[in-house]
């Protein structure tokens, strides 16, 4: 938001990293799931189309069409209600449930899902949003429940469901540990529906906890393997815009998280994201008051006021969301006694550190052995080591290696 813009109410701006092609596909996709859905209900095969109706819902979240989802979520639970269908009853439970979650603490309704013990997907996706309300609101006890309940779902489920638990344990203990201690995990390989939300709540961990090295893994993964239609989940209803902010804000690159802070707060107001949105607003004001972005001190006074009132409202505590973007700041600050390394030097470091040699680091980076030597040369002499394990030791004590 430059000086003199205000935050709009009209559809989010597609940016230039969302190709018109991509966004035509995915936004014919949903299309495509509706008219078959139409298909199957034309031809009385209702338990099909309410089948499919869960899994699209979930895409339409993903996409940042909550609002589009809720009369598909009405549908299904008309289904439910007609049929005495307690399995379907409890996906409503469990979507109304998360669609109501990203604007506001949202109540579950209990019943519904209890309804069903047996709709283990139901009760995946009711705990993660409930997970998520629980770092929200700071209620430790809760988000370990929630994630105990989720590795006791895992172990009856296909593993790529429990895959994602030591994302979530990442997450719960970045929230309330600050990461100390944490052996933190790596991105998943895939993204679907099934692991999108843990892969977005351990990209928004990966901002205040872990090395250094892990916080260039997880930026380098959203670039690269975090398709760029995504913008939010069904379960973890944030902006992608801001956690990668974050990750911006983490790695020192402040210009960029502005402009994804202001990007997040735009999109969350028009999508009904009123959470999201007082965040947004809040991290926005704290980097511009911690890196002193050349603009209006009021503006930035303004903004923190608005954000911190709006959270109250909602019943949240402003503290902890401000004190991520101080977290991410401090440990992406060059001091002088923490040497700075780039990103690439990291990576290289890392890889070498793995045993890795500089032909072999190359060719994982997709860059020359010259190049890499090249980087870690540098990296040696911002550590002011002279071999290979005197930089590794050296950037391990920094907190720049795992």
């Known amino acids: 938001m430059e000086s003199g813009h205000s935050l709009s109410t009209s559809p989010p701006k597609w940016t230039s990293s969302q190709p018109s092609l991509e966004r035509s596909n995915y936004v014919h996709s949903i299309e495509r799931a509706e008219r078959s859905v139409a298909i199957a209900e034309g031809a009385s095969v209702v338990a099909l189309a309410a089948g499919t109706k869960p899994w699209t819902i979930a895409a339409m979240h993903a996409f940042g069409m909550a609002e ?93 469901w429990g895959a994602g638990i030591p994302l979530y344990d990442a997450a719960r203990d970045a929230w309330f540990e600050g990461g100390r201690e944490v052996l933190f995990p790596t991105p998943p390989e895939v993204v679907s529906a099934i692991t999108l939300p843990a892969a977005l709540a351990g990209l928004n961990a990966s901002s205040q906890a872990g090395s250094q090295d892990d916080a260039v893994l997880w930026r380098r993964w959203a670039d690269a393997s975090l398709p760029s239609h995504i913008q939010s989940s069904l379960g973890w209803p944030v902006s992608v815009e801001r956690l990668v902010g974050l990750s911006d804000v983490r790695l020192g690159r402040v210009a960029s998280a502005r402009r994804r802070f202001e990007r997040a707060a735009r999109w969350a107001e028009a999508g009904g994201y009123a959470i999201e949105r007082a965040i947004s607003l809040l991290q926005l004001a704290e980097l511009a008051t911690l890196a002193a972005l050349p603009t209006t001190k009021e503006r930035w006074q303004m903004l923190r006021r608005r954000g911190r009132a709006e959270l109250s409202d909602l019943g949240l505590d402003p503290d902890p969301l401000a004190y991520q973007v101080a977290r991410a700041f401090a440990l992406g600050r060059t001091s002088d006694f923490s040497p700075k390394l780039t990103p690439r030097e990291v990576e290289v470091l890392a890889l070498l550190a793995r045993g890795l040699t500089h032909r072999e680091v190359g060719a994982q980076l997709g860059i020359s052995w010259r190049t890499a030597q090249v980087h870690a040369a540098s990296a040696y002499g911002k550590l002011d080591a002279t071999t290979r394990i005197a930089a590794i030791t050296r950037a391990r004590e920094l907190g720049l290696l795992a």
């Open 68 to 160: 589009r989802s809720a009369i598909w979520i009405t549908s299904l639970g008309a289904y439910a209600e007609v049929t005495k269908d307690a399995f379907r009853r409890a996906d409503v439970a469990a979507l109304d449930f998360a669609t109501r979650a990203r604007a506001s603490l949202a109540e579950p309704d209990e019943e519904g899902l209890a309804a069903a013990p047996r709709n283990t997907i139901a009760r995946w996706r009711f705990e993660t949003t409930k997970l998520y309300q629980h770092l929200l609101t700071r209620d430790r006890g809760g988000a370990v429940a929630s994630v105990g309940a989720l590795r006791s779902l895992g172990e009856r489920m296909n593993p790529i």
